[in-house]
């Protein structure tokens, strides 16, 4: 199993960004996946989940702004990250439980006011 997450970057407060978490080595379509971020000093927090058949679940702090979605034709998760916040800075990994867990390596999001 490998993920590899992309799309992070810097942005000012208020802007927007995509991630996407590239999947292989197991049949992604079956799969719930989800994102993760991790702040400086802080506990890894779940920010949002997709399951196989498209439910989706929001940590409070980003629902109204932020949009899980998955592309099972490219074995791919998105997350789009709207009105973006300084407190919304973090690595954000994707994770995917197949048997085990596993996390990909992050991709970092720097929100400047």
């Known amino acids: 199993v490998q993920l590899q997450a992309s799309g992070g970057g810097q942005v000012q407060a208020g802007g927007s960004l995509r991630l996407s978490c590239a999947a292989s080595g197991f049949i992604f379509s079956v799969y719930t996946m989800t994102w993760y971020r991790q702040a400086p000093g802080k506990q890894r927090e779940l920010v949002a989940r997709?399951?196989?058949?498209?439910?989706?679940i929001y940590t409070d702090s980003v629902k109204g702004r932020f949009t899980i979605s998955r592309d099972n034709a490219k074995n791919t998760v998105y997350l789009q990250m709207n009105s973006l916040k300084p407190e919304d800075t973090a690595t954000y990994y994707c994770n995917v439980i197949v048997g085990i867990e596993y996390w990909g390596l992050g991709t970092l999001v720097t929100v400047s006011s």
């Open positions: 997709i399951t196989s058949v498209g439910s989706t």
